[in-house]
């Protein structure tokens, strides 16, 4: 098993954040083009705790190296992922769990997300992997399918961040241009009052 982790700081809130993680894969994310379905299966809300769970599945196609590509055929290159996320708005924390649908009988990879806020303008990311070839006493081809499979998390991880960046700047930019729009409408119709009224 190999073990992959990252720390990053956003520089939005975390509500902002908490409401754009649900365009991460949007197509503001010019980063996340290897991302090309997002399904909900289910979304609840526990009516004690206001804690919001959605499942998620998120199809993805990424090149394989050739290597693996042979070893495991074609298919290595479409996976699913089953994400499930839970929002605590009470505690400001998203916690986002992911498992691997796609060779889970050869591959095991638990991945885990959570952001929380470090203080009013910035939102911490912790995001954790760990990754476990199952492919029996093949110790060297274990450690080569993990090694690859860390490489890749890393190399996603920098791509992720600028993609959310871009998410992040673009939702600030929309809902700023909605509430100067809802306040130009409110002027606008104080104004036509006052006209009726004289």
């Known amino acids: 098993m190999k073990v992959f982790s990252n720390l990053e700081t956003f520089d939005y809130s975390w509500e902002e954040v908490s409401t754009a993680n649900w365009r991460k894969y949007c197509p503001w994310n010019q980063k996340s083009t290897h991302v090309v379905a997002v399904d909900t299966i289910s979304r609840t ?49 998203v916690t986002m769990v992911s498992a691997n649908l796609t060779w889970s009988n ?58 959310f960046e871009a998410v992040l700047a673009m939702s600030r930019r929309v809902f700023a241009e909605e509430r100067e729009r809802e306040q130009m409408m409110l002027i606008q119709a104080q104004a036509k009052n006052i006209r009726m009224a004289a």
Request: glycine share 6%; hydrophobic share 35%.
């Open 45 to 93: 809300v526990d009516p004690d705790t206001g804690i919001l769970r959605t499942e998620r599945l998120i199809s993805c196609k990424q090149s394989a190296p050739e290597w693996l590509t042979k070893m495991l055929g074609k298919g290595i290159e479409e996976s699913q992922v089953l994400e499930t996320s839970y929002v605590d708005p009470r505690h400001k924390t």
């Open 106 to 163: 050869l591959i095991n990879v638990q991945e885990m997300v959570v952001y929380r806020p470090l203080n009013e303008h910035q939102t911490a990311f912790e995001q954790s992997a760990k990754i476990t070839a199952l492919c029996g006493g093949w110790q060297k081809i274990k450690n080569s399918i993990e090694d690859t499979l860390v490489k890749r998390f890393r190399e996603n991880a920098v791509k992720g961040k600028e993609g």
